[in-house]
């Protein structure tokens, strides 16, 4: 019954090498987005597709990227990871934009 | 700008008691109100939601959170915690219009306590 899937839950990386954090829903919902979550702190959007388009915020670094191949799976590209991007990465679908947010169960990337 | 404000960062408390976990927001629109649990090392899980209707809105664990606009809070209760409610809770609001996007509060760690 899981709806959105997250791979892998733990991931180890080291300093500079580029990783790629994966994300797949199976609820046929048009918008995904990526969230970045330190530790003891909310939730921060980086970025998100409404179906093909994507919609970066204003302050995501460059080093983040994403690709949406299909409707189904969304990825998050860490260029040259540094220990400041240590962190778990969330990955939440939602039908249309403004409507409820369902959240994956997360990847913790490890920068060593 | 909408904002979230979630005063406490963490509320102990002992087993079998009442709790309230509280959420203020700012908004010059009208908004959707969600509450999300998160237990460790987990993604967000959606507790609650109040987009319409009734303010009053209830989860099937036995929380509850009530819209009150004039007050624009949204806090989570429950009357009667279990150890397995500790974690952190985030309220967050959505504004029904607009390119704003999901605004999440700082989040409440709840420790239950036998």
């Known amino acids: 019954d899981a709806m959105v899937i997250q791979n892998p839950r733990y991931q180890v990386t080291q300093f500079g090498k580029p990783v790629t954090l994966s994300c797949s829903q199976t609820?046929?919902?048009?918008?995904m987005y990526w969230y970045q979550q330190k530790s003891s702190q909310a939730p921060k959007l980086l970025f998100h597709y409404y179906d093909k388009d994507f919609n970066n915020e204003a302050d995501t670094p460059d080093n983040f990227q994403s690709r949406r191949p299909n409707t189904s799976f969304c990825f998050l590209d860490i260029r040259s990871p540094g220990l400041g991007d240590a962190a778990m990465y969330l990955c939440a679908t939602s039908r249309e934009q403004k409507e409820t947010q369902y959240f994956g169960p997360g990847t913790r990337l490890l920068v060593l | 700008a909408q904002s979230v404000t979630q005063l406490d960062s963490q509320v102990p408390v002992f087993e079998e008691a009442p709790v309230e976990l509280r959420c203020n927001y700012s908004?010059?629109?009208?908004?959707?109100l969600f509450w999300y649990v998160q237990y460790p090392n987990q993604g967000l899980q959606l507790l609650l939601k109040y987009l319409s209707g009734s303010t009053l809105v209830e989860s099937i664990n036995g929380f509850e959170a009530e819209f009150n606009k004039s007050q624009t809070s949204f806090h989570l209760r429950k009357p009667s915690v279990h150890i397995s409610d500790t974690a952190e809770y985030f309220c967050a609001v959505n504004p029904q219009g607009g390119s704003e996007k999901l605004v999440f509060g700082k989040g409440t760690k709840l420790t239950v306590n036998p």
């Open positions: 609820l046929n919902h048009n918008v």
């Open positions: 908004s010059s629109v009208s908004v959707y």
